[in-house]
């Protein structure tokens, strides 16, 4: 019933940017919180970064720290990540995911849906 979709993975080269997004679609609450998080072959997934709804709070990981931005449309239902001096250990699927049980970020646990991912390539 409710679907969360990702796009603006691609290849790029370390020091690039790149935008991602995700929508959220079908039947969803008023308020809840998004976030991203990373998954690379061989390797546990990570926490990337989270968002409340009202945007008054935003929770990153340590390796992403000072690179990478959250945030959100709530009108249109987008969650987006904004990725600055790309590194090549930042190569991973990205996955936007979704906590309707809560408009305020409660840890990863929380997390209750999830979308199909998207693939960010960087290289040296």
């Known amino acids: 019933q409710v679907q969360l979709v990702e796009s603006g993975g691609g290849l790029v ?5 790149l935008r991602l997004s995700c929508v959220a679609s079908g039947r969803t609450l008023s308020r809840y919180v998004m976030g991203w998080f990373r998954q690379a072959p061989g390797k546990e997934r990570e926490f990337v970064a989270a968002i409340n709804w009202s945007e008054s709070s935003t929770y990153y990981g340590e390796s992403v720290k000072g690179r990478f931005t959250i945030s959100r449309d709530n009108a249109k239902n987008t969650v987006y990540l904004q990725m600055n ?13 979704a906590d309707f049980g809560s408009q305020y970020y409660r840890g990863p646990g929380g997390m209750n849906y999830w979308g199909k991912g998207t693939l960010v390539t960087v290289s040296s």
């Open 13 to 17: 080269q370390a020091g690039d940017s």
């Open 85 to 97: 001096s790309l590194k090549p250990e930042d190569t991973a699927n990205y996955y936007c995911a």
